[in-house]
Protein backbone atom coordinates (compact mmCIF):
# COMPACT_ATOMS: atom_id res chain seq x y z
CA UNK A 1 0.00 0.00 0.00
CA UNK A 2 1.29 3.37 -1.04
CA UNK A 3 1.79 5.66 2.12
CA UNK A 4 -0.51 9.19 2.29
CA UNK A 5 0.64 12.24 3.68
CA UNK A 6 -2.11 14.36 2.24
CA UNK A 7 -4.93 12.39 2.64
CA UNK A 8 -4.01 10.44 5.34
CA UNK A 9 -6.93 11.57 7.47
CA UNK A 10 -9.33 11.98 4.29
CA UNK A 11 -12.08 9.47 5.36
CA UNK A 12 -12.14 10.64 9.11
CA UNK A 13 -15.67 12.05 9.70
CA UNK A 14 -15.79 15.77 10.35
CA UNK A 15 -11.74 16.52 8.70
CA UNK A 16 -13.19 19.53 7.04
CA UNK A 17 -13.42 21.51 10.58
CA UNK A 18 -10.62 22.32 12.62
CA UNK A 19 -11.34 20.51 15.90
CA UNK A 20 -11.18 17.02 13.69
CA UNK A 21 -8.26 17.86 11.89
CA UNK A 22 -6.57 19.11 15.19
CA UNK A 23 -7.49 15.84 16.57
CA UNK A 24 -5.90 13.98 14.31
CA UNK A 25 -2.67 16.00 14.50
CA UNK A 26 -3.16 19.40 12.38
CA UNK A 27 -0.95 22.29 13.44
CA UNK A 28 1.74 20.24 14.73
CA UNK A 29 4.01 21.72 11.86
CA UNK A 30 2.75 25.07 12.39
CA UNK A 31 3.64 24.89 16.37
CA UNK A 32 7.04 23.54 15.22
CA UNK A 33 8.06 26.55 13.10
CA UNK A 34 7.26 28.91 15.23
CA UNK A 35 8.61 27.28 18.38
CA UNK A 36 11.67 25.52 17.45
CA UNK A 37 12.52 27.06 14.31
CA UNK A 38 14.19 30.27 12.17
CA UNK A 39 12.29 30.73 8.65
CA UNK A 40 15.80 29.85 7.10
CA UNK A 41 15.53 27.14 8.79
CA UNK A 42 11.98 26.56 7.19
CA UNK A 43 13.32 27.05 3.82
CA UNK A 44 16.56 24.51 4.60
CA UNK A 45 14.28 21.65 5.46
CA UNK A 46 11.89 22.27 1.85
CA UNK A 47 15.03 22.09 0.43
CA UNK A 48 16.51 18.97 1.55
CA UNK A 49 12.94 17.63 1.21
CA UNK A 50 13.56 17.95 -3.21
CA UNK A 51 9.98 19.15 -3.03
CA UNK A 52 9.10 20.20 -7.10
CA UNK A 53 6.24 22.60 -7.39
CA UNK A 54 3.24 20.33 -8.16
CA UNK A 55 1.33 23.06 -9.89
CA UNK A 56 3.13 21.95 -13.43
CA UNK A 57 6.68 23.32 -13.37
CA UNK A 58 8.21 21.01 -11.36
CA UNK A 59 10.59 23.91 -10.38
CA UNK A 60 12.21 22.84 -6.72
CA UNK A 61 10.62 24.46 -4.17
CA UNK A 62 13.11 25.85 -1.77
CA UNK A 63 14.95 26.98 -4.30
CA UNK A 64 11.95 29.01 -5.61
CA UNK A 65 11.85 30.39 -1.85
CA UNK A 66 15.46 31.21 -1.48
CA UNK A 67 15.01 33.85 -4.81
CA UNK A 68 12.30 35.80 -2.64
CA UNK A 69 13.77 39.65 -2.44
CA UNK A 70 13.86 40.63 1.12
CA UNK A 71 14.45 44.35 0.80
CA UNK A 72 14.06 46.23 3.77
CA UNK A 73 10.52 47.81 5.61
CA UNK A 74 9.12 46.09 1.92
CA UNK A 75 6.37 43.30 2.44
CA UNK A 76 6.65 40.26 1.31
CA UNK A 77 3.62 37.97 -0.30
CA UNK A 78 2.69 34.22 0.00
CA UNK A 79 0.25 33.59 -2.97
CA UNK A 80 -1.36 30.65 -3.55
CA UNK A 81 -2.72 29.39 -6.65
CA UNK A 82 -5.58 27.46 -6.99
CA UNK A 83 -7.06 28.25 -9.84
CA UNK A 84 -6.58 24.71 -11.08
CA UNK A 85 -7.96 25.91 -14.69
CA UNK A 86 -5.94 23.00 -16.50
CA UNK A 87 -7.95 20.53 -18.25
CA UNK A 88 -8.00 16.63 -16.63
CA UNK A 89 -7.01 18.45 -13.20
CA UNK A 90 -9.14 18.42 -9.99
CA UNK A 91 -7.19 17.29 -7.22
CA UNK A 92 -6.43 20.94 -5.51
CA UNK A 93 -10.05 21.31 -5.72
CA UNK A 94 -10.21 17.83 -3.86
CA UNK A 95 -8.10 19.21 -1.21
CA UNK A 96 -9.35 21.90 -0.92
CA UNK A 97 -13.01 20.79 -0.70
CA UNK A 98 -12.09 17.50 1.99
CA UNK A 99 -8.83 18.89 3.89
CA UNK A 100 -8.92 22.66 3.86
CA UNK A 101 -7.06 22.98 6.99
CA UNK A 102 -3.97 21.27 5.21
CA UNK A 103 -3.89 23.86 2.76
CA UNK A 104 -3.84 26.80 5.37
CA UNK A 105 -1.81 25.10 7.91
CA UNK A 106 0.91 24.84 4.87
CA UNK A 107 0.00 28.47 4.04
CA UNK A 108 0.89 29.54 7.80
CA UNK A 109 4.09 27.41 7.46
CA UNK A 110 5.34 28.66 3.85
CA UNK A 111 4.22 32.57 5.23
CA UNK A 112 6.57 32.30 8.20
CA UNK A 113 9.17 30.77 6.05
CA UNK A 114 9.11 33.75 3.65
CA UNK A 115 8.33 36.22 6.05
CA UNK A 116 5.20 37.18 4.85
CA UNK A 117 2.55 38.57 7.02
CA UNK A 118 -0.46 38.94 4.72
CA UNK A 119 -0.80 35.63 2.05
CA UNK A 120 -3.86 35.15 -0.30
CA UNK A 121 -5.38 32.20 -1.55
CA UNK A 122 -6.41 32.39 -5.80
CA UNK A 123 -9.20 30.14 -6.12
CA UNK A 124 -11.23 29.57 -9.72
CA UNK A 125 -14.37 31.67 -9.86
CA UNK A 126 -16.15 28.73 -10.65
CA UNK A 127 -15.37 26.98 -7.11
CA UNK A 128 -17.33 28.89 -4.91
CA UNK A 129 -18.60 26.01 -2.92
CA UNK A 130 -14.29 25.15 -1.83
CA UNK A 131 -14.18 29.50 -1.24
CA UNK A 132 -16.75 29.03 1.35
CA UNK A 133 -15.13 26.06 2.77
CA UNK A 134 -11.39 27.78 3.09
CA UNK A 135 -13.18 31.01 4.20
CA UNK A 136 -14.63 28.44 7.02
CA UNK A 137 -11.85 26.97 7.73
CA UNK A 138 -9.52 30.50 7.72
CA UNK A 139 -12.05 31.97 10.73
CA UNK A 140 -12.10 28.62 12.87
CA UNK A 141 -8.52 28.90 12.89
CA UNK A 142 -8.08 32.44 13.28
CA UNK A 143 -10.82 31.79 16.47
CA UNK A 144 -8.26 28.71 17.46
CA UNK A 145 -5.20 31.57 17.45
CA UNK A 146 -2.95 30.25 15.02
CA UNK A 147 -4.34 33.12 12.60
CA UNK A 148 -4.08 37.09 13.61
CA UNK A 149 -1.84 38.72 15.73
CA UNK A 150 0.95 37.06 17.52
CA UNK A 151 0.17 33.32 16.66
CA UNK A 152 0.76 31.80 19.28
CA UNK A 153 2.46 34.26 21.11
CA UNK A 154 5.36 33.90 18.77
CA UNK A 155 5.53 37.86 17.66
CA UNK A 156 4.33 36.65 14.44
CA UNK A 157 1.50 37.72 12.86
CA UNK A 158 -0.38 36.57 9.75
CA UNK A 159 -3.54 37.45 8.00
CA UNK A 160 -4.90 34.61 5.26
CA UNK A 161 -7.33 36.27 2.56
CA UNK A 162 -9.02 34.16 0.10
CA UNK A 163 -9.94 35.54 -3.27
CA UNK A 164 -12.33 34.39 -6.05
CA UNK A 165 -10.46 34.85 -10.12
CA UNK A 166 -13.28 35.13 -12.87
CA UNK A 167 -12.39 32.10 -14.38
CA UNK A 168 -9.76 32.54 -16.81
CA UNK A 169 -7.39 29.95 -17.30
CA UNK A 170 -5.08 32.44 -17.82
CA UNK A 171 -4.78 33.36 -14.61
CA UNK A 172 -3.21 30.17 -13.77
CA UNK A 173 -0.02 31.33 -14.92
CA UNK A 174 1.48 33.34 -11.94
CA UNK A 175 1.69 36.83 -13.23
CA UNK A 176 -1.58 37.05 -14.56
CA UNK A 177 -3.11 35.75 -11.46
CA UNK A 178 -1.22 38.57 -9.41
CA UNK A 179 -2.69 41.32 -12.23
CA UNK A 180 -5.93 39.83 -11.31
CA UNK A 181 -5.23 39.63 -7.47
CA UNK A 182 -4.55 43.32 -8.42
CA UNK A 183 -7.61 44.13 -9.50
CA UNK A 184 -6.40 44.35 -13.51
CA UNK A 185 -7.29 42.23 -16.58
CA UNK A 186 -5.68 38.84 -16.25
CA UNK A 187 -2.66 39.31 -19.12
CA UNK A 188 0.33 37.60 -17.96
CA UNK A 189 3.51 40.24 -17.60
CA UNK A 190 6.50 40.38 -19.46
CA UNK A 191 9.35 38.60 -17.40
CA UNK A 192 11.80 40.22 -15.76
CA UNK A 193 11.15 41.07 -13.48
CA UNK A 194 10.10 38.33 -12.04
CA UNK A 195 7.52 37.75 -9.01
CA UNK A 196 10.05 37.23 -6.44
CA UNK A 197 11.45 40.79 -7.17
CA UNK A 198 8.25 42.67 -8.04
CA UNK A 199 5.33 40.54 -8.05
CA UNK A 200 1.82 41.75 -6.03
CA UNK A 201 1.80 45.26 -5.67
CA UNK A 202 4.99 45.60 -6.80
CA UNK A 203 6.43 43.81 -3.63
CA UNK A 204 8.47 40.52 -3.43
CA UNK A 205 6.13 37.56 -3.97
CA UNK A 206 5.82 33.70 -3.94
CA UNK A 207 3.39 31.97 -6.10
CA UNK A 208 3.00 29.15 -5.17
CA UNK A 209 0.05 26.00 -6.11
CA UNK A 210 -2.24 23.90 -3.73
CA UNK A 211 -0.51 20.74 -3.68
CA UNK A 212 3.06 22.27 -2.78
CA UNK A 213 1.93 24.33 -0.01
CA UNK A 214 0.06 21.72 1.75
CA UNK A 215 2.98 19.34 1.14
CA UNK A 216 5.08 21.58 3.28
CA UNK A 217 3.07 20.22 5.94
CA UNK A 218 4.65 16.58 6.13
CA UNK A 219 8.10 18.37 5.58
CA UNK A 220 8.01 19.90 8.59
CA UNK A 221 6.73 17.22 10.65
CA UNK A 222 8.75 14.42 9.73
CA UNK A 223 11.43 16.54 8.16
CA UNK A 224 13.21 17.22 4.82
CA UNK A 225 15.43 14.09 4.54
CA UNK A 226 12.70 11.63 5.32
CA UNK A 227 10.68 13.01 2.89
CA UNK A 228 13.40 12.80 -0.10
CA UNK A 229 13.48 9.33 0.75
CA UNK A 230 9.68 8.47 -1.10
CA UNK A 231 10.33 8.64 -4.52
CA UNK A 232 13.39 8.38 -6.87
CA UNK A 233 15.85 10.49 -8.35
CA UNK A 234 14.62 14.11 -8.29
CA UNK A 235 11.13 13.24 -8.08
CA UNK A 236 10.72 12.73 -4.17
CA UNK A 237 7.40 12.80 -1.92
CA UNK A 238 4.39 12.06 -3.05
CA UNK A 239 1.76 13.37 -5.65
CA UNK A 240 -1.80 13.73 -6.04
CA UNK A 241 -2.75 12.45 -9.65
CA UNK A 242 -6.17 13.97 -10.91
CA UNK A 243 -7.42 10.05 -12.96
CA UNK A 244 -10.37 10.70 -15.49
CA UNK A 245 -11.30 9.23 -19.29
CA UNK A 246 -11.59 5.60 -19.52
CA UNK A 247 -10.83 4.23 -15.82
CA UNK A 248 -12.96 1.76 -13.88
CA UNK A 249 -11.96 4.00 -11.16
CA UNK A 250 -11.38 7.52 -12.18
CA UNK A 251 -10.54 9.94 -8.95
CA UNK A 252 -7.58 11.32 -7.25
CA UNK A 253 -4.71 9.06 -5.95
CA UNK A 254 -1.64 9.88 -3.92
CA UNK A 255 1.11 8.15 -5.17
CA UNK A 256 4.86 7.31 -4.15
CA UNK A 257 6.39 9.13 -7.59
CA UNK A 258 8.19 6.41 -8.68
CA UNK A 259 5.40 3.73 -9.52
CA UNK A 260 5.31 2.42 -12.91
CA UNK A 261 2.44 3.29 -15.18
CA UNK A 262 1.26 0.56 -15.85
CA UNK A 263 0.78 -0.29 -12.27
CA UNK A 264 -1.11 3.33 -12.00
CA UNK A 265 -3.69 2.21 -14.50
CA UNK A 266 -4.25 -1.30 -14.01
CA UNK A 267 -3.65 -2.38 -10.62
CA UNK A 268 -6.77 -2.75 -7.91
CA UNK A 269 -5.00 -0.18 -5.82
CA UNK A 270 -5.10 2.47 -8.26
CA UNK A 271 -7.31 2.55 -11.39
CA UNK A 272 -8.24 -0.53 -12.10
CA UNK A 273 -7.99 -0.56 -15.63
CA UNK A 274 -9.73 0.41 -18.37
CA UNK A 275 -13.58 0.53 -18.31
CA UNK A 276 -15.68 -1.59 -19.60
CA UNK A 277 -13.35 -4.40 -20.97
CA UNK A 278 -11.96 -1.89 -23.60
CA UNK A 279 -8.12 -1.58 -24.53
CA UNK A 280 -5.95 1.28 -23.87
CA UNK A 281 -5.05 4.03 -26.91
CA UNK A 282 -3.46 6.74 -25.33
CA UNK A 283 -2.83 8.85 -22.42
CA UNK A 284 -1.96 12.34 -21.61
CA UNK A 285 -0.18 12.36 -18.13
CA UNK A 286 -0.40 15.66 -17.06
CA UNK A 287 -3.05 17.76 -18.16
CA UNK A 288 -4.40 19.44 -21.50
CA UNK A 289 -1.45 20.98 -22.42
CA UNK A 290 0.87 17.92 -21.83
CA UNK A 291 2.05 15.95 -25.40
CA UNK A 292 -0.57 12.61 -25.80
CA UNK A 293 1.24 9.69 -25.85
CA UNK A 294 -0.33 6.09 -27.52
CA UNK A 295 0.11 3.06 -25.41
CA UNK A 296 3.21 2.15 -26.71
CA UNK A 297 4.90 4.91 -25.47
CA UNK A 298 3.17 5.54 -22.13
CA UNK A 299 3.80 2.18 -20.51
CA UNK A 300 7.40 2.19 -22.32
CA UNK A 301 10.33 4.81 -22.90
CA UNK A 302 11.25 4.81 -26.47
CA UNK A 303 14.48 2.52 -25.36
CA UNK A 304 12.40 -0.07 -23.72
CA UNK A 305 12.15 1.07 -19.63
CA UNK A 306 9.47 0.34 -17.84
CA UNK A 307 7.64 4.28 -18.38
CA UNK A 308 7.11 5.64 -14.18
CA UNK A 309 5.01 8.51 -12.93
CA UNK A 310 8.10 10.59 -12.06
CA UNK A 311 8.93 14.21 -13.66
CA UNK A 312 12.28 12.47 -15.21
CA UNK A 313 10.63 8.77 -16.85
CA UNK A 314 7.29 10.84 -18.15
CA UNK A 315 10.04 12.95 -19.64
CA UNK A 316 12.15 10.82 -21.26
CA UNK A 317 12.68 11.03 -25.02
CA UNK A 318 11.66 14.60 -25.23
CA UNK A 319 8.46 15.56 -27.18
CA UNK A 320 9.47 13.19 -29.47
CA UNK A 321 8.65 10.22 -27.68
CA UNK A 322 7.95 11.55 -24.02
CA UNK A 323 5.74 14.05 -22.44
CA UNK A 324 5.61 15.86 -19.09
CA UNK A 325 4.02 15.30 -15.43
CA UNK A 326 2.61 18.31 -15.87
CA UNK A 327 -0.52 19.47 -13.65
CA UNK A 328 -0.71 15.16 -12.56
CA UNK A 329 -4.16 15.57 -14.59
CA UNK A 330 -4.19 11.80 -15.84
CA UNK A 331 -6.49 11.23 -18.80
CA UNK A 332 -6.93 7.60 -20.38
CA UNK A 333 -8.87 7.48 -23.63
CA UNK A 334 -9.96 3.76 -24.86
CA UNK A 335 -10.20 1.98 -28.47
CA UNK A 336 -13.42 3.89 -29.64
CA UNK A 337 -12.37 7.53 -29.12
CA UNK A 338 -11.31 9.64 -31.39
CA UNK A 339 -7.76 11.17 -31.62
CA UNK A 340 -8.72 14.61 -33.98
CA UNK A 341 -11.89 14.96 -31.99
CA UNK A 342 -10.15 15.23 -28.61
CA UNK A 343 -7.04 17.32 -30.04
CA UNK A 344 -9.98 20.10 -31.88
CA UNK A 345 -11.77 19.92 -28.55
CA UNK A 346 -8.60 20.90 -26.65
CA UNK A 347 -8.07 23.67 -29.19
CA UNK A 348 -11.18 25.11 -28.95
CA UNK A 349 -9.95 25.32 -25.10
CA UNK A 350 -7.18 27.24 -25.62
CA UNK A 351 -8.66 29.79 -28.08
CA UNK A 352 -11.25 30.73 -25.87
CA UNK A 353 -8.71 30.98 -23.05
CA UNK A 354 -6.41 32.70 -25.11
CA UNK A 355 -5.66 36.84 -23.52
CA UNK A 356 -5.02 38.12 -27.05
CA UNK A 357 -2.07 39.74 -25.95
CA UNK A 358 0.48 37.65 -28.38
CA UNK A 359 -0.16 37.58 -32.45
CA UNK A 360 0.90 33.78 -32.42
CA UNK A 361 -1.26 32.98 -29.70
CA UNK A 362 -4.24 34.80 -30.81
CA UNK A 363 -4.54 34.10 -34.09
CA UNK A 364 -2.69 30.76 -33.92
CA UNK A 365 -4.86 29.02 -31.55
CA UNK A 366 -7.81 29.82 -33.69
CA UNK A 367 -6.57 28.74 -37.33
CA UNK A 368 -6.17 25.43 -35.51
CA UNK A 369 -8.89 25.47 -34.23
CA UNK A 370 -10.44 26.17 -37.77
CA UNK A 371 -8.45 23.63 -39.07
CA UNK A 372 -9.17 21.07 -36.75
CA UNK A 373 -12.53 21.49 -36.54
CA UNK A 374 -12.21 21.04 -40.48
CA UNK A 375 -10.44 17.94 -40.58
CA UNK A 376 -13.32 16.52 -38.31
CA UNK A 377 -16.55 17.09 -40.11
CA UNK A 378 -15.10 15.45 -43.19
CA UNK A 379 -14.07 18.88 -45.40
CA UNK A 380 -10.30 18.56 -44.72
CA UNK A 381 -7.13 17.83 -46.98
CA UNK A 382 -4.38 16.31 -46.44
CA UNK A 383 -2.29 19.92 -47.00
CA UNK A 384 -4.15 20.50 -43.47
CA UNK A 385 -1.69 18.14 -41.95
CA UNK A 386 1.03 19.99 -42.59
CA UNK A 387 -0.61 23.46 -42.15
CA UNK A 388 -1.54 22.69 -39.10
CA UNK A 389 2.28 21.77 -37.78
CA UNK A 390 3.12 24.74 -39.68
CA UNK A 391 0.91 26.68 -37.01
CA UNK A 392 1.79 25.10 -33.96
CA UNK A 393 5.47 25.68 -34.84
CA UNK A 394 5.02 29.46 -35.01
CA UNK A 395 3.17 29.43 -31.79
CA UNK A 396 5.94 27.37 -29.95
CA UNK A 397 8.13 29.53 -27.89
CA UNK A 398 6.87 32.84 -29.17
CA UNK A 399 4.66 34.03 -26.98
CA UNK A 400 4.68 36.08 -23.38
CA UNK A 401 3.97 33.08 -21.24
CA UNK A 402 3.06 29.70 -22.00
CA UNK A 403 -0.35 29.36 -23.39
CA UNK A 404 1.02 29.36 -26.46
CA UNK A 405 3.03 26.42 -26.09
CA UNK A 406 0.34 24.65 -23.81
CA UNK A 407 -1.98 24.82 -27.30
CA UNK A 408 0.79 24.03 -29.72
CA UNK A 409 2.15 20.72 -27.96
CA UNK A 410 -1.19 18.72 -27.86
CA UNK A 411 -1.51 19.21 -31.84
CA UNK A 412 2.00 18.61 -32.24
CA UNK A 413 2.03 14.92 -30.55
CA UNK A 414 -1.08 14.48 -32.40
CA UNK A 415 -0.11 14.63 -35.69
CA UNK A 416 3.59 12.65 -34.48
CA UNK A 417 1.93 10.24 -32.75
CA UNK A 418 -1.56 9.45 -34.80
CA UNK A 419 -1.11 11.13 -38.64
CA UNK A 420 -2.66 7.66 -39.96
CA UNK A 421 -5.82 8.46 -37.89
CA UNK A 422 -5.80 12.62 -39.61
CA UNK A 423 -5.41 11.49 -42.57
CA UNK A 424 -8.04 8.43 -42.50
CA UNK A 425 -10.10 11.44 -41.64
CA UNK A 426 -9.10 12.81 -44.46
CA UNK A 427 -9.41 10.28 -46.84
CA UNK A 428 -12.48 8.47 -45.73
CA UNK A 429 -15.01 11.26 -44.44
CA UNK A 430 -18.23 9.42 -44.23
CA UNK A 431 -16.84 6.98 -42.36
CA UNK A 432 -15.39 9.46 -40.33
CA UNK A 433 -19.07 10.96 -39.30
CA UNK A 434 -20.23 7.54 -38.64
CA UNK A 435 -17.44 5.54 -36.85
CA UNK A 436 -13.92 6.33 -35.19
CA UNK A 437 -10.60 4.93 -36.36
CA UNK A 438 -9.88 2.59 -33.40
CA UNK A 439 -6.60 0.68 -32.74
CA UNK A 440 -4.75 0.11 -35.79
CA UNK A 441 -1.12 1.25 -36.09
CA UNK A 442 -1.96 3.67 -33.20
CA UNK A 443 1.68 2.17 -31.89
CA UNK A 444 3.88 3.19 -34.21
CA UNK A 445 4.74 6.72 -33.28
CA UNK A 446 5.83 8.60 -36.48
CA UNK A 447 9.00 11.29 -37.18
CA UNK A 448 7.79 14.19 -36.89
CA UNK A 449 7.26 16.55 -39.97
CA UNK A 450 10.68 18.19 -40.98
CA UNK A 451 9.86 21.58 -42.23
Same mark, same amino acid.
Given at each position: ?86 ? $? ?6 ? &? ?35 ? !????? !? ?8 ? $? ?47 ? !? ?56 ? !? ?52 ? &? ?5 ? %? ?8 ? $?????? *? ?24 ? /? ?41 ? /? ?11 ? *? ?28 ? %? ?7
Amino acid at each position: MARKLLLTHIDVPGIQTFEVYRQQGGYRAVEKVLKTMSPDDVVEEVKKSGLRGRGGAGFPTGMKWSFLAKPEGVPRYLVCNGDESEP $GTFKDRFL &MTHIPHALLEGMIVSSYALGAHTSYIYVRGEMMPQIR !ILERA !IQEAKAAGFL $GNNILGSGYDLEIYVQPGAGAYICGEETALLESLEGKRGNPRIKPPFPA !IAGLYGCPTVVNNVESIAATVPIINDGGEEYAKIGIERSTGTKLISASGNLVKPGVYE !IDLGLSVEEFIYSDEYCGGIANGKRLKAVVPGGSSVPILPTNLILKTANGNSRL &MTYESLA %DGGFQTGSSM $GSGGFI *AFDEDQCIVRNTWNFSRFYHHESCGQ /CSPCREGTGWMEKVLHKIETGHGDLSDIELLWDIQRRIEGNTI /CPLGDAAAWPVAA *AIRHFRDEFEWHINHPEDALTRNYGLAHYA %DPLAPIVS
